[in-house]
């Protein structure tokens, strides 16, 4: 039996949302403080500083969150876990999921 596959949610914040930004990551990943979530916002590489909006989502839940932050998020961007948009020359896209994976299996989405 093959494990389960988790996914990770990705953005760039929409400056003019940034608070909406910011409280739906303390919510989504209860694990980081402010602080905590303002120091990733900084350390992210500009321009399009991508950063982790939830972690280790199942498929059905990051579709639905993906259409829930596009409000304050431009271009929710779904990863297979462990990756992010630093990896993506790497990766491979599956333009019908618009999900970003790797291996050479194909895009696990597709293969369920």
């Known amino acids: 039996m093959e494990d ?11 400056p003019e ?3 909406r930004a910011l409280e ?3 919510d989504l990943r209860p694990e980081l403080t402010r602080p905590a979530i303002l120091r990733e916002l900084i350390l992210a ?24 932050v596009i409000t304050c998020f431009a271009r929710p961007q779904a990863y ?6 630093s990896d993506r020359d ?12 790797g291996g050479v299996l194909g895009c696990p989405v597709c293969r369920d």
């Open 4 to 14: 389960r596959i988790a996914f990770d949610l990705w953005g760039d914040v929409i």
């Open 17 to 19: 949302y940034k608070e």
């Open 24 to 26: 739906t990551i303390g």
């Open 45 to 68: 590489p500009a321009p399009g500083r991508w950063i982790m909006i939830a972690q280790n989502l199942e498929w059905d839940a990051v579709r639905t969150l993906r259409e829930q």
């Open 80 to 85: 297979q876990a462990g990756y992010g948009p």
């Open 90 to 101: 790497r990766l491979k896209e599956c333009p019908v999921h618009r999900l970003f994976y």
